[in-house]
């Protein structure tokens, strides 16, 4: 177990793609990552697409009716399948990413509904995963909080590309760190 009583100095926002949310059927389609300090200043980032087979990709787009929402996004997954890396050389990036940026620190994975990617990790980067805290900072923790206490919605476009998502996700956090200090 990581150490409870570790302070953090730096969060990584992940945002994972991917054709649906069972880790163990479902496939990884895009990563993205940024490593801010806790004001959400940038420090580094990473994006990659992986490369995934079109036909499994496929199956599991047919089997989750959220894709059929999303015709661009899934043409656009789809049609850059090949132009992807192998998972284990986005792995491999991504514990070079957080070595170098978090040392012996044990990185907190933060970002929306984060449970989702870290169960994605676990299951298909184990080598990223043993880097990571057992904490996380999840923004919909949050979003529950203000909808459900305050009556504030956060209004945020979702493209569903994984960097843009982190960008969402990081603002949502820094409007309602305002509004807490409003609120205070």
Known sequence: MKDKNMIPTKLLWVDLEMTGLDATKDVILEIAAE????????????????????????????????????????????????????????EQELVTLVKDHFGAEPAILAGNSIHSDRAFIKAHWPKLDSRLHYRMLDVSSFKILMQGKYKYVFEKDSNHRAFDDIQASIAELQDYIKRFKEIA
Do not use: H
């Open 35 to 90: 490593i801010t300090d806790f004001d959400c200043n940038p420090i580094a980032s990473y994006q990659a697409r992986i490369k995934q087979s079109k036909e499994v990709v496929i199956d599991r787009m047919k089997a989750n009716k959220w894709w059929q929402q999303y015709p661009k996004n899934r043409n656009s997954f789809v049609d850059n399948l090949d132009n992807g890396i192998d998972l284990d050389v986005a």
